[in-house]
Structure formats: structure tokens, C-alpha cells
């Protein structure tokens, strides 16, 4: 089934993180009232940190963070003190300034210098969380996701051995232009989401989003191209510098 695709301009950056939080805001109360808890994966890089900021103060005394339960999308091969790590950011920003119990939160332990063992053990952690047998794939309520400007989303950059990973739900990915591994979701953990949301921002990701978008060019490529949930939403908020290039811009 193809998944219902929303591409939403938003004028300003500010406006593009309003229009975030509400999503997501909407998302929870969704999920919390259909099913009694929410689960979301978070995205990495920078473009998020406003979004997570915004949570943090907006929506602190309206969120029922106890019943919010965090992951993450990817992360850097690094401790989660290090200036690089995604868990970090997403703690500074938000998770460290909210009423969430911190078993609630599930970061990949990336401190692990074997990076594939840390992915193995993550996979264990989504198994055991959503209680998933051998061939099961987590659902999660909602998973952020950004676009690097060589068409990655998560750690599954161009030409990488995780865009053929159709099994297992998180991989160490080598990525050979970093000269080092990430650890990454998966497709099939991507495309089984209810919904997943791309955050894009400023005129540097217009070229990108356009061929993303609008260009009929290879997902391994441009992996943000295979991110088509089976069944459920595609959720693409945009600002006007990156909707800049796009025939329509919204
Ligand atoms: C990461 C991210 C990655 C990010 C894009 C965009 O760990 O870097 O998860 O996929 O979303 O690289 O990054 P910016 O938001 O910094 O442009």
C-alpha cells in the first residue's frame, strides 16, 4: 500500500519547528489515547535540536511524558559524553529538562568499541520493548528523520551495505567517506512505522530535496528515497530556503 505523503512548506525555520511540535504533539495524544503509550525514534544532526527544545519548554506541563518512550534512529561510534553523540544532543535539548523516567529512554550503547555488537545489542532492546519474535519488526508511532546533503537519512548513506540490510532491524554501517562506522535503523524498521516525518531545513538541502522529491534518480543513491512506509504516513516539513529549488514551493 502507498504511503499517504504530506510535503508541507513552512515559511521560516521558526515556523518549521511550530509545525513539528505540533505534529508530534498531535502524534502522542494519538497514540497514548488509541494504545496507551508512544514511541517515537529520534532523528540525529542538527536540524532536530529546535524541534526538542520546543518540546522541552512548550509542551513540558502538556506532554504525558511518562508514557513516552524514546529511541533513536542512529547514533555516532561514540560514548554518549561525546560532543558528536545523538543522545547527547537529544538530552541536552530535551530529555534532560522533562518529567521523563529515565527507563523510558533507550539509547544505542555506542561506548561499546565493537560497533556491530552494539547494534546486535540495540536489536535485543527493540525485540525485548515491543516484544517482537525472530521475524518481527518493531511499529513505531512516529520516527524523525533528516536529509544529509548526499541524500542520507539516519546512518544509510549512499552505496552503504545497510541500504540492503532486509532482516535485521539495527547495523553497524561502515561509511567509508567518515572512515567510520554508525549504528542506523534499518528499511524495514523505517517503511513499518505508522508514521515517519522528515524534518528539512535551509537552502543548502535544496538540490538534495529536490532530486529526493521530484528527480526520478536511485534510492541507493539518494537513500531517503526508500523511506516509504508500507502502511502508513510520509510526513515531509520543509522551509521555504529548502523548498527553494522545487517546482512547487508550497
Ligand atoms: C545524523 C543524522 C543524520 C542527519 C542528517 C542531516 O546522525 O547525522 O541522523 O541522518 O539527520 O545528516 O543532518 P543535519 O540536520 O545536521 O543537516
Known sequence: MAPS??????TTPQELFGAAAEEVVRTVNEAVSERGRFTIALSGGSTPKSLYNLLATNARSTLPWEQMFFFWGDERHVPPTH?????QMANEAMLSKVPVPPG???RMATENPDAAAAADAYEKVL???FQLGPDGVPRFDLILLGLGPDGHTASLFPGTAALQEK???????WVDKLKA???SLTLPVLNDARCVTFLVSGTDKAAVLKSVLEENVPGE????????????KLIWLIDRGAASELSSKG
Open 5 to 10: 505523503v504530506e510535503i508541507r512548506v513552512l
Open 83 to 87: 560532543p558528536d553523540s545523538n543522545y
Open 104 to 106: 523510558n529512554i533507550y
Open 127 to 129: 525485540r525485548k520493548f
Open 167 to 173: 532482516s535485521r532491524l539495527v547495523v553497524a554501517n
Open 181 to 183: 562506522y554508525r549504528l
Open 221 to 232: 543513491q539518494y537513500p531517503a528515497k526508500l523511506v516509504r512506509p508500507e502502511d502508513g
